[in-house]
């Protein structure tokens, strides 16, 4: 399997715009997350999806941030309008349950200028 | 009371010695502590995990230790090689629906 994999590995893009993360999860997990990293608060639970259907996402920031999964081998983070404070690392995570550990894709450095 | 505090922030140690990395908790409903490693431009990935039933699990040189009444668990990394030279986060989860809460991580350095 090739593992959790997400696109793009780096995006740059100027305060205001639209930003779109994807993530394809490992095929049969039926749990998708999407973490945030920064130095500041390491990493942050943004949202979780349970069979393509959004379980908790207390910790999307604010409205500018959505998250859909319209099916079960693909996901997207946007971010709209993007703020300078949004630059972090963006990574996505799948897992069969919730009993065991994730497996991380390899991340999305976003840099809002 | 959601939150997993990992120290210290950072850590030297000479190649062949031992690196500890602790965390504690408050939320007694956790049930899974994971410790994962990440390297530079790379996602984490699961190191070694324990359940509260244990308190020890070994895995080749990385052995976990969990003390349940202190609400302690920490990483212990023997013969400590450069090639661990990562940043570690520890985490921690509840049984039921819920996802992995991180500690903000331990960047070691292992100098040879």
């Known amino acids: 399997d090739a593992g959790v994999i997400q696109s793009p590995r780096h995006e740059v893009t100027e305060m205001g715009q639209e930003v779109t993360l994807r993530c394809k999860p490992i095929s049969g997990h039926d749990y998708l997350f999407w973490y945030r990293q920064t130095m500041m608060r390491g990493l942050e639970l943004l949202i979780y999806f349970n069979n393509n259907v959004p379980i908790d996402d207390s910790g999307m920031p604010e409205d500018r941030f959505s998250a859909k999964m319209p099916n079960a081998s693909f996901s997207t983070l946007k971010i709209q309008p993007s703020e300078p404070r949004d630059s972090a690392v963006y990574f996505c995570?799948?897992?069969?349950?919730?009993?065991?550990?994730?497996?991380f894709g390899s991340g999305t450095r976003l840099t809002v200028v | 009371q959601q939150q997993v505090k990992q120290s210290p922030q950072s850590l030297i140690v000479q190649k062949g010695g031992i690196s500890i990395i602790n965390c504690a908790y408050e939320n007694t409903a956790f049930d899974y502590f994971p410790w994962y490693q990440q390297f530079p431009g790379k996602g984490p990935a699961l190191l070694i995990a324990?359940?509260?039933?244990?308190s020890e699990k070994k895995e080749g040189r990385f052995t976990i230790s969990f003390n349940k009444s202190a609400k302690q668990f920490s990483l212990h990394i023997m013969d400590s090689q450069p090639g661990d030279s990562a940043t570690y986060f520890c985490a921690a989860k509840a049984q039921a629906g819920t996802a992995l809460i991180f500690g903000k991580g331990t960047t070691l350095s292992v100098s040879s």
């Open positions: 324990i359940r509260p039933d244990v």
């Open positions: 995570a799948s897992t069969p349950n919730l009993r065991g550990g994730y497996t």
